[in-house]
């Protein structure tokens, strides 16, 4: 596992509808969630994010990636470090690489604590999922890192 730099970090819950943000700072080691990014286009989505990115201004990105229970990658995998790719190119910041098998779980157990249920939960469960995932690597590390 990788340590985290120091600095701001933004993550990001990936999926193809939805994509969750988080923001933190590793030396801190605290996440809070921040957004959950929608989009008819790939372009309207980057385009929110862009703005995030700019108020927030992270040294580098935390990008969860959804594996099966065993660790084995499948489609949603390649989708999300196709994402992650994506960010490098267009905003020049290094992509780290997390675990993120239990993200949603974490979130939803976090968010029935707070006893936010139904419509609320919904709007709310992506960046949270991103917090988590974020959360997590500054506890345990990154799988790896890309830097383009």
């Known amino acids: ?4 730099p120091n600095g701001g970090a933004m993550a990001f819950d990936f999926g193809e509808t939805r994509i969750g943000v988080a923001q933190g700072n590793a ?25 995030l990115i700019k108020e927030w201004q992270p040294e580098y990105f935390v990008v969860g990636l959804p594996v099966h229970a065993d660790g084995t990658e499948h489609e949603l995998t390649a989708l999300a470090r196709k994402f992650g790719h994506r960010l490098n190119a267009r905003f020049r910041l290094p992509v780290y690489w997390a675990d993120e098998r239990f993200s949603s779980l974490y979130a939803e157990e976090l968010l029935k604590q707070a006893q936010v249920f139904g419509k609320k939960n919904k709007a709310v ?17 990154a799988l790896d890192v890309f830097t383009g």
Request: glycine share 4%; net charge negative.
């Open 27 to 51: 030396e801190m080691a605290i996440a809070h969630p921040l957004a959950t990014v929608t989009g008819n286009s790939n372009d309207e989505k980057f385009n929110i994010i862009n703005k």
């Open 125 to 141: 469960l992506d960046q949270v999922a991103a917090q988590a995932i974020l959360q997590s690597a500054f506890e345990h590390g």
């Open 1 to 4: 596992m990788l340590k985290l």
